[in-house]
């Protein structure tokens, strides 16, 4: 039996259609492919109250406008399009067909309708988008439902989009919050973590700190901070933009603790970074690239005590190559490899990359270096190290040294990529 609505709709009898918009401007267009320009779009004399009078002669007791079609124009001025007549020179921006429809049809005693096309060809789709960010501070009254459904749209929308995720949207997180604002992972810091230590945010702090070596999920750190001291730009921080050196120690922290540094710039009032901020960040650069440049232990004689076999020789270690690795035997969960150089070299810093495909296997590792390879001397910084992942960053005071040795023990044979040591400019 038919609702009261649908009662109501039979005794209508005739319904008008009105299909007014840009299409009308543009010559025998019924489709537009949304390119014509909002400028076209000028009714000399447009009187919605004429449009009723026309319905009330014959006898139509309702009208639907159109307010959007498959152009994509709003007939009224949205705030979420530019394509609409607020960018059109008809009342110099200021009308509102829509308005001036339903105001018309109150008058005159006519039911309004609407009809809204979702087929756009104007509103570009804004894809494809690498990152959503679900900033934790002042979310917590939204719930683990209303991420879902966000969640489900991304999903399908973006497949390759990754979640920077925070409290209750902790299910989604492909990356986590390092709990702090200051560019600084801890040491360890692992990949992988409970995801209640997100969820849980206030309560731990150094879990997301830190990652937990035997948490369930892989959700590795991504590091906000800013070049300056507030996220937006303020004239009084012009001379408060973080140095080189700040940065350089910021990206040690940082992406040499196995995160991803998420630097903000903060855009001045006539829209561009400031000149310093884009400087310093140059600089950063210039350092990483020159010091990672020159791989020292390129030519070393190398050996390992428990090599897994030609296909993964220790000379793919600095071979400069993510594609080749060394690998430690079956059964081996420690190793020691001694690179020994033909000459001595001086270096001040060493990077590590271990092949994060295969999770973390190394927990725990130590340099050493020597000048007649039997007096093994620490290199500082450099023991008792704990997690590897993508990139481990350690830096010291200039050495001198032909030989260095690399301890590794873990949860695995060990499986690094690059080991290397480094001249900073
Ligand atoms: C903090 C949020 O609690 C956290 O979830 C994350 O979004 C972080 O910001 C991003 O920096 S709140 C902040 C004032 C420490």
Known sequence: MPSAKQLEWYKREIVAFFHFGINTFGDEVNEGDGKASPAIFN???LDCGQWMKTLKRAGIPCG???AKHADGFCNWPTAYSQYSVKN????????DVVREFTNACKVAGIKAGIYLGPHDRHEPTYGPIWEIWWDGAGADFLTTDFYTRWAAIIHKAQPQCVFFGTKNSYPFADCRWVGNESGRSGDPCWSTIAPTSIRDESAHIEELNHGQLDGSAYVPAEVDVS???SWFYHASEDHRVKSVKELIDIYC???GRNSVLLLNFPPDRTGLVPATDAKNAAGLHNWIRRTFAHNLLRGAKITSQHPRGSEFSASNLVDGRE???????DGSNSDTIEFHLPKPKTFDCLMIQEVIQLGHRTTSWSVEYSNDGSTWIPV???TDKQTIGHKWIIRFSPLTASHLRLKLSGRAPAAIHTFGIYKQP
Not at 323 to 329: L, M, R
């Open 253 to 255: 922290e940082s992406v």
């Open 323 to 329: 594609e080749t690795y060394y690998a430690s035997a």
């Open 43 to 45: 009714p000399t004399g």
């Open 64 to 66: 639907i406008l159109v």
């Open 227 to 229: 070049i300056r001291p």
């Open 88 to 95: 059109s020179p008809w009342k110099k921006g200021k009308g």
């Open 380 to 382: 500082p910084n450099a």
